[in-house]
């Protein structure tokens, strides 16, 4: 069982809709992630926490908007995505600084997102 | 960039019979992990390998990291049907960047 939990597991929203994923672990991980990942394709890195800070943005399109209230929590905003966001969202979370060499990357169960 | 890719992409095989998956990156590595997706699934931590030519086992699964840190192999020995799903390696640059994902190989086992 993953220790990294996030919520919804589902989703559906409209175009025009504003929601939230969210992320929790309590591992006391100080490094946290957001990616992406299609049907099968590997998972695509997309934001990077490390000690609560925004530490790396893959050219993500504003319409996805990360924020890290503590060090235990990750939401991902999103707003007016187009359906092909439509994808599997994973959080992830590691110890210690996020680029350290040694670091392993904890995945949660995903939130499954339709973009109608 | 850097970029990982495995072959094969798709492997289907009898129960009882080996499987291999191999993972080739652009640059050299600083470390390589393996994670494991069950359809549905998430990926889930298999192991890490650091060392040039380090090999690693789990019962039956039998990791290696190559002596020049740019290749990695997951090796099965008499897979069960509790194997299927998708290997991905994920590869860190020397550098101590962002983990990249390989390509992942599909593995399905016929009972």
């Known amino acids: 069982d993953t220790e990294v939990t996030q919520t919804p597991k589902h989703l559906v929203m409209g175009m025009t809709n504003k929601k939230s994923l969210k992320c929790e672990q309590h591992m006391g991980h100080r490094a946290m992630y957001w990616y992406k990942q299609k049907a099968k394709k590997p998972p695509e890195l997309m934001f990077v926490?490390?000690?609560?800070?925004?530490?790396i943005n893959e050219s993500v399109p504003s319409r996805f908007s990360p924020e890290c209230p503590n060090s235990s929590l990750l939401n991902l905003h999103l707003h007016a995505l187009q359906p092909e966001d439509s994808a599997l969202y994973l959080c992830a979370s590691s110890q210690g600084q996020a680029l350290g060499r040694g670091n392993t990357i904890y995945f949660g169960e995903g939130s499954w997102l339709t973009v109608v | 960039g850097q970029q990982v890719m495995q072959i094969p992409q798709y492997q289907h095989v009898q129960e009882g019979e080996d499987f291999t998956t191999y993972c080739n990156s652009s640059t050299t590595l600083s470390n390589i992990q393996w994670y494991k997706q069950r359809p549905g699934g998430h990926p889930v931590f298999l192991i890490q390998l650091v060392k040039s030519g380090e090999v690693k086992k789990q019962k039956r699964l039998t990791f290696q990291f190559g002596e020049a840190k740019k290749n990695s192999s997951l090796h099965i020995t008499a897979t069960q049907t509790t194997d299927v799903g998708t290997y991905f390696c994920?590869?860190?640059?020397?550098?101590?960047?962002?983990?990249?994902f390989g390509t992942g190989t599909r593995l399905a086992v016929r009972p």
């Open positions: 926490y490390s000690y609560e800070k925004l530490s």
């Open positions: 994920a590869g860190r640059g020397s550098s101590g960047d962002k983990l990249t």
